[in-house]
């Protein structure tokens, strides 16, 4: 079992343009947590998604973000037409169930230039 | 609303002292504490939470709810210890979790 991937984990955009973030989770896991890391920071949750569905996204903003984990594939963190304020490191982690039990991911940092 | 607090970015200490990293939190319900660790170049992982009682690589934790605060301790440190750690704290079950900002422990021969 090699853990939950991350990939890309380092990605350039520019401003305006879109960064899809992927998030594999370690296998037998059916739940997914979005986090996002700014400099300085700590974890901040995003959203949390079950196969198909979003749970929770109360900590996603509310433009240019979405994020979903199809029954098929990895789960993807999507974000439309990125700002400077948008790097950051992000992380996902992914856990048969209880949130505490989380694995999580080497992360990918997005770099806006 | 539910906030984990880690009153220091950096602690420094020297081989063998004792190490308290400090967390306070806030949270309406009886919370779910929790310590995670990130050592250099690894991801991050789970290092004990406050229901199991345990002792992890020397760590305790003990949970006081009157001061609401929640220590990582650890009567001597070893370099390897050097990490960041993170407070984080859970409503339970499948309630996601907040993190504070991360204390950076680093160990010193």
């Known amino acids: 079992n090699a853990g939950v991937m991350q990939n890309p984990r380092h990605l350039v955009r520019r401003r305006g343009q879109e960064a899809r973030l992927r998030c594999s989770p370690m296998?037998?896991?059916?739940?997914v947590y979005w986090y996002r890391q700014l400099p300085e920071e700590g974890l901040k949750f995003m959203v949390y998604?079950?196969?198909?569905?979003?749970?929770?996204e109360s900590g996603m903003p509310k433009e240019r973000f979405s994020a979903e984990f199809p029954k098929e594939g990895p789960s993807i963190l999507r974000i439309q037409q990125v700002v400077r304020g948008d790097s950051a490191a992000y992380f996902c982690?992914?856990?048969?169930?209880?949130?505490?039990?989380?694995?999580f991911g080497p992360g990918t940092r997005l770099t806006v230039t | 609303a539910q906030r984990v607090t880690q009153p220091e970015k950096l602690l420094s200490v020297f081989k063998g002292a004792p190490v308290e990293l400090k967390c306070n939190y806030s949270?309406?319900?009886?919370?779910?504490l929790f310590w995670y660790v990130q050592y250099s170049r690894q991801r991050l992982q789970l290092l004990l939470r406050?229901?199991s009682r345990e002792s992890i690589k020397g760590f305790t934790a003990d949970l006081n709810k009157g001061e609401t605060s929640f220590h990582l301790k650890k009567p001597f440190a070893q370099e390897e210890d050097s990490a960041m750690y993170y407070c984080?704290?859970?409503?339970?079950?499948?309630?996601?979790?907040?993190f504070g900002k991360g204390t950076m422990l680093l160990v010193s021969p």
């Open positions: 406050h229901i």
């Open positions: 998604l079950q196969k198909e569905n979003i749970i929770d």
């Open positions: 982690a992914s856990t048969e169930g209880r949130a505490y039990e989380q694995y």
């Open positions: 949270y309406s319900g009886s919370p779910e």
């Open positions: 296998k037998g896991h059916s739940h």
């Open positions: 984080a704290l859970s409503g339970g079950g499948y309630s996601t979790l907040t």
